[in-house]
């Protein structure tokens, strides 16, 4: 039951009804079994999972919390982690790894035949087992106390809007909300009208739009030219941003109309000025969740030397692998790693160069800070990320470099991307320049106006029943 399906959209109304029909106290048990039935729309069998992890952290939590002695509040936040990792690791890397092995094996003379599970993986059980860990986590560090009611932390691990791609929550602010639903106010219905439309014209009118531009080109380099390969990588940047950003636009929305804020997971990252600050803003609820139980941690008691360097690099190759169980994933973390190190090397000798010149310099020099930016981490990363094996990236490289023509079928891909990406780049422009919520000081004409805009690009340019987001493989 996808965001873009009008499937989605039946159930959604009749969820608004009858939660807002029902007596305060009914409504967290409707929403357990609205975002049960949701999950086991994808599969019935999903449930199990998720129903079992639920019970493991529920019952760890309370545990860690009541108990005062630290072995026993060690132990039992192992047995959370292993048994979250230990499905993850089952049912997304297991056959990877299996692989790989009997692969390194062979080159050294010796081979055997590698155990295939072969498993469906579960959506988003990468999304729900870092959630359900940071609970456990937070409970054994004293920051948060275990809920004594199973069925709202059922919920908080299950919420529909953000269970099958985010963003990743913590128990400390979705909790609470879940514990008293009051319902929806005016400003809030609003506001989720407003990002459900947002987030349906970035995923049907930009993403699938530009899907039609980078598929074909990814799928075969060397056809077109170096031209449109160009614009096929940058096309592919806006592609990713808008899938995504548009699932977590919907999700937020969605939550809002029953009452509920969620984290925000993107801020404008494609105009940050440098990578630091452009993991600041995109997946913020991952990067964020990496740097409070990965990179602290091992800056501060981890065995690595140099621990800066160290933490870093391990929490970017631990990025790329969440992302997916193939070599690319882990050298599109390792690359980000080495942007985010040579980064921090450089620091000094950036700071002179943006103090050397006036007003007028510092504002080129942060100009182009931004392009480079987006050429680093956008272009760059995410080729490595869309590609779909790495000697594939080597020759969508050579196509720009060594076959850089233009053909009329380029400038038509360049029409298109401005059409499609033009509105989203002077809106961000916008937010950039007065805030991510800023459409909130619009008069009502002009949201209003706006909306329309949105509606109809959705119905005219949309695609009906539309593809896939692509988060929904992790």
Known sequence: MAFNSFQFLYFLIACFVVFHGLPERFRSPFLLLASYYFYGSWEVLFLILIFSSTVLDYFCGKTIGNSKNENIRKLFLGLSLTGNLGLLFVFKYFDFFSVSFAKLFAMSGNSYSPIILDLILPVGISFYTFQTLSYTIDIYRKEIKPINNFFQFALFVSYFPQLVAGPIERAKNLLPQLEKLSGVTADKFKGGIWLILLGLFKKVVIADNLSRIVEPAFDSPGVGGGFQ?????????????????????????????????????????????????????????????????????LMLRGPLRDKAKSSLFVSMLLIGIWHGAAWKYAVFGLYHGTLLIVFESTRKIRKKIRNAGGGFQKKCWSLFCIVLTYHLAAVGGLAIFGCKWLARLKQMGETVIYDFSFHEKGFIMLGQMIYYVGPLLLLHLYKEKYGQDCYKEWSWSTQLLVMWYLLLMILFHGTVEGGYFIYFQF
Not at 239 to 252: K, W
Not at 269 to 281: E, L, M, S
């Open 229 to 297: 390969m160009l614009l096929a990588l940058y096309a592919f940047t806006f592609q990713v941003y808008g899938d995504f950003s548009g699932y977590s636009d919907i999700a937020r929305g969605t939550s809002k109309l029953f009452g509920i804020e969620l984290r925000l997971n993107f801020q404008i990252p494609f105009f940050a000025k440098n990578i630091q600050i452009f993991w600041n803003r995109w997946h913020m609820s991952l990067s964020s969740w990496l740097k409070d139980y990965v990179f602290f941690p």
